[in-house]
């Protein structure tokens, strides 16, 4: 695990503290995924907060007029204090790690459902409640439309992938094929 990765989490877990005891633990995740979407879908602003030349007070004011009241003191404290400390480009891990101990604590689990083709609404939530019996946890299902499964799902819920798509299929029969033919 890198060093970035865990100074991060020691930030998203100060946040999630600070959030909990605030019982402001989703609207805080909703904040910061505001945060992370205008950085990644903003170059010029990523660019500004990367620049070791301008002061860090320039940095957190554009952030200020950038967001207004759209995100709450807390949220603007531990973005400035990361900017302060030069860690910036850590925001969008905080925002991941931060995701993770809010639903860790919660009972919930963030899951990415990979199809073929586009589920209905009750399909999708059909799939989420067949993990949350693998899980025990909440999930929150979102999807994306992958062609080259052919047919099926894959899953993936943290670190773990659970494939039951045509195409990783083929791959493990043509897997356990070439391991008996040598």
Known sequence: MSRDIVVAKRYAQALFELAAAGKVVSQVELELKLVVDALAHNEQLNK????PSVQPQNKIDLLKQSFGDQLSELVYNTLQLMIERGRQSLISNLFESYVKIAGDALGQAKATVYTARSLSDAELANVAAQFEQVTGKKIIAEQIVNPELLGGVQ?????RLYDGSLAGKLERLQKTLYSKAL
């Open 48 to 51: 500004f907060l990367e620049l």
């Open 155 to 159: 899953v993936r819920i943290g670190d």
